[in-house]
């Protein structure tokens, strides 16, 4: 082999698993961004939300270092009102969580929820509002109710659509 075919098999060498890596790094980037957001940014969003009395709330006013559940329900949902009444009866499985229901739905319509299930008497539970609809695309959801579980330091640990037991659901509870 002449020297400058020798230089350039050494080149392809060396610069090589740099090539690689910077197309798996693309490739995993391709990837991410096929994800719904939820999972590209794995923490609880920060949607204004209105709640029952009209305030105004975001992520920021949920308590600090208490695991979440993301509860999101349709105010016409029978599987939503199952699995609320499900909740509502077993609270004490709950007892260290708090939960963050919000629902697509204008305030009014989840007012009437909020009064038919008495949600004012558990002090772990908030109701929102969020009409804008952006949280049914940031958790891609498809299908009522969907319930998303966040540790304690506000980061997603598992994701439900659809009808859930609740034993599934407090197997991802501490």
Not at 4 to 27: D, E, G
């Amino acid at each position: 082999m002449s020297y400058m075919k020798r230089y350039l098999f050494f080149l392809c060498l060396c610069c090589l698993p740099a090539l690689l890596s910077a197309q798996s790094q693309t490739s995993a980037t391709a990837a991410d961004k096929d994800k719904p957001p939820y999972l590209q940014f794995p923490f609880i969003p920060a949607f204004p939300l209105t709640l029952p009395d009209g305030h105004v709330i975001t992520k920021n006013d949920l308590k600090k270092n208490t695991q979440t559940i993301v509860f999101i329900f349709s105010v016409d949902c029978d599987h939503c009102k199952h699995l609320t009444e499900e909740v509502l009866k077993n609270i004490d499985k709950f007892k260290k969580t708090q939960i963050l229901m919000i629902t697509p739905f204008k305030p009014e319509q989840m007012k009437e929820y909020y009064n038919t299930y008495k949600i004012k008497d558990y002090p772990n539970i908030v109701m929102t509002s969020e009409p804008t609809r952006q949280i049914m695309y940031y958790y891609n959801l498809h299908y009522f109710p969907g319930l998303f579980v966040y540790n304690k330091k506000q980061q997603f640990v598992k994701g439900f659509e659809g009808t859930v037991k609740l034993e599934q659901l407090t197997e991802y509870l501490n």
